[in-house]
C-alpha cells in the first residue's frame, strides 16, 4: 500500500475534534474532513484521471486524495494558466471543478456530483500525479509524479512542541500549496487556508491564528513587509518563513530577518524537482555575505553547472513528463543560471530566457541582477526588468514601483554606479502603482511588456 495515503489516513483518524482547516470563516475537524473524505470516495465515477481545477478550499485536497484512493491519476490543474493551457492539460480527464462554464465541454463535475455513500479506504501500491509546467504557449508539458509524496510523508512528521499552525496562501494546485496542505496534515497541524493574497489579510491572520509556520515568495513578503499594518502586527509566534519561486534580493532578506526574526530561510526547487538546495536562518543570520544564495544541495539531491546552467538529479525528480521516458537517474537542465562558491553554496542569477542579450558585442545581462541593484536604491520599493524588441535592437527596460521621489535619470545613474558598465543600465524605465503578480506569487513579466509604454 502506499505508504503517503497510509500516513494521511492515519493523520486523519489521529486527529479527532482538532481543527485540521480554517476556511471561509467556518472549521472543518479532522474527523469532519475524515468523513468527507469518505463520502468524496464513494462518489460517482471511476475516472481513470481526474483534473482537479479548485479554489483553495477543504475540498481541494479531498477531492485529491479521494482520487488517489480510488487509483485514479490526478492532475492538479493550475490557477496561473492560461484558460487554452487549462484546456490543453486536461484534455480527456474529468474534471472536478467550481467554476463549470470555465469548463464547456467534456465530463466536467461539481463538488455536489462527488458526494456518495462511504466506501472502505484501501489505499492503491502507489500514487500517480501530473502537475503541468509553467510555460504559456502551446501545449503544456505534464510532469509525472509519484515517488516525491512518500519522501513527504518521511519528512513531514508531527512536532515533539505539539501541532502547529500552518498559513496557506499558494493554490492548493501548484506544487508548493500541495505540499503545504499536505505536509500540514502529516504533521497533524491546523492549516488556515487563503483563498488568494492579501498582505493586510495574512497580517491578520498571523496574529488570529497564532501561525507558526508559512510560505511566501518574494514580491508577497514586500507587500507584507511594505503593508502599513505590519507595525503593529504581533508576529512573534512564527517560527519558520520559507522564501521560494525566486531569488530574493539580500536587503529584502536583511529586513525580513529583521522583522521576523531569525526564522526567515529560502529554497530552491522546481515542479520537476521541487526540493533541490535551502538556507536556513541559522546561516543566514551569522553570516550576511550568504544571502544572496539560495543555499546547499540538500541531501539525495546532486547539482552541476553545465554551460552556466544548472542541472540537477535526486531523490525529488520527478518521474518524467508524460509520454517520455523515465528520468531515472539522468541529469535534468532547469533553466536556472547559476554558479557555487568554494563551500558549495549555489547562487541563481537569472532564468536562461531572461537574459538579455544587449550591445553590438552581444553581452549577456541577467536581469534578476540589475533587478537586486536598482532595489538597492532608497526611493525604489520593487522592480522588474526584462529586455525588449525595438528599433535599436533589444533593449533592457525597467518597470519600478517607488517608495519616494525619484526619476528615470535618477535610476540609470544608479546602475552606472553600481555596476560601472552601460550594458547593466535599462535603456527605459516605467514607474506604476504595483507590479501585476501572477496567481503563484510570482512578478508577470509577460503582462509587463504589454502594459508598459514604449522606451
Known amino acids: 500500500m502506499s505508504f503517503f495515503l497510509t500516513k494521511v489516513l492515519a493523520a486523519l483518524d489521529d486527529g479527532g475534534d482538532r481543527v485540521l482547516f480554517h476556511a471561509d470563516g467556518g472549521i472543518t475537524t479532522y474527523h469532519q474532513a475524515r468523513d468527507r473524505l469518505r ?28 482520487a488517489l484512493l480510488r487509483g485514479a491519476t490526478v492532475l492538479m490543474v493550475p490557477a496561473s494558466a492560461p484558460h487554452r493551457d487549462r484546456l490543453a492539460a486536461a484534455s480527456g480527464a474529468t474534471v472536478v471543478t467550481d467554476r463549470p462554464d470555465d469548463w464547456p465541454a467534456g465530463d466536467v463535475r461539481t463538488l455536489d456530483d462527488l458526494d456518495g455513500e462511504p466506501r472502505p ?21 505534464l510532469i509525472r509524479h509519484s515517488g516525491i509524496y512518500d519522501g513527504m510523508a518521511y519528512l513531514f512528521t508531527p512536532s515533539p512542541d505539539g501541532p502547529g499552525r500552518t498559513l496557506l496562501v499558494a493554490p492548493m494546485t501548484h506544487m508548493t500549496g500541495n505540499a503545504t496542505v499536505l505536509g500540514a496534515l502529516l504533521r497533524h497541524d491546523t492549516v488556515v487556508v487563503h483563498d488568494g493574497f492579501d498582505a493586510g ?77 535551502s538556507i536556513s536562518a541559522a ?26 546552467e544548472v542541472e540537477v538529479r535526486g531523490l525529488s525528480m520527478m518521474d ?28 541563481l542569477l537569472d532564468r536562461a530566457d531572461d537574459v538579455v542579450v544587449v ?42 514601483v517607488a517608495s519616494g521621489e525619484v526619476t528615470e535619470d535618477d535610476l540609470k545613474a544608479h546602475a552606472r554606479d553600481v555596476f560601472g558598465q552601460e550594458h547593466y543600465v535599462p ?14 506569487g510570482k512578478v508577470d513579466k509577460r503582462a509587463l511588456a504589454q502594459l508598459v509604454t514604449a522606451p
Open 39 to 66: 463520502r468524496l470516495h464513494g462518489g460517482p465515477g471511476e475516472a481513470e484521471t481526474v483534473a482537479i481545477d479548485l479554489r483553495n478550499r477543504p475540498e481541494t485536497v479531498l477531492v485529491q486524495l479521494a
Open 121 to 141: 479506504l484501501n489505499p492503491p501500491e502507489t500514487v500517480r500525479l501530473l502537475f503541468p509546467t509553467g510555460g504559456t504557449t502551446g501545449i503544456p508539458k
Open 201 to 277: 489579510a495574512v497580517l491578520k491572520a498571523i496574529q488570529e491564528h497564532r501561525i507558526d509556520t508559512l510560505s511566501l515568495t518574494p514580491p508577497r513578503l514586500a507587500a507584507v513587509l511594505d503593508h502599513p499594518a505590519r507595525k503593529t502586527t504581533d508576529l512573534g509566534s512564527v517560527r519558520s518563513l520559507s522564501l521560494g519561486a525566486a531569488p530574493l534580493p539580500p536587503h529584502r532578506l536583511a529586513q525580513a530577518l529583521d522583522v521576523f526574526g531569525p526564522v526567515v530561510g529560502q529554497g530552491y526547487g522546481l515542479t520537476e524537482a521541487p526540493m533541490i538546495a
Open 283 to 308: 546561516e543566514l543570520v551569522a553570516r550576511p555575505e550568504l544571502r544572496s544564495s539560495v543555499g546547499r544541495i540538500v541531501p539525495g539531491m546532486e547539482a552541476r553547472i553545465t554551460d552556466g
Open 320 to 347: 518524467g513528463y508524460l509520454g517520455g521516458p523515465e528520468v531515472g537517474a539522468g541529469w535534468l537542465r532547469t533553466g536556472d543560471l547559476g554558479r557555487f562558491d568554494d563551500e558549495g553554496y549555489l547562487y
Open 359 to 400: 550591445g553590438e558585442h552581444g553581452t549577456k545581462v541577467p536581469t534578476t541582477v540589475v533587478e537586486h541593484a536598482l532595489a538597492t536604491h532608497p526611493a525604489v520599493r520593487s522592480v522588474a526588468v526584462f529586455g525588449r524588441e525595438t528599433e535599436d535592437g533589444r533593449l533592457l527596460h525597467a518597470v519600478v
Open 427 to 440: 535603456a527605459g524605465v516605467d514607474f506604476v502603482d504595483a507590479l501585476p503578480i501572477t496567481a503563484v
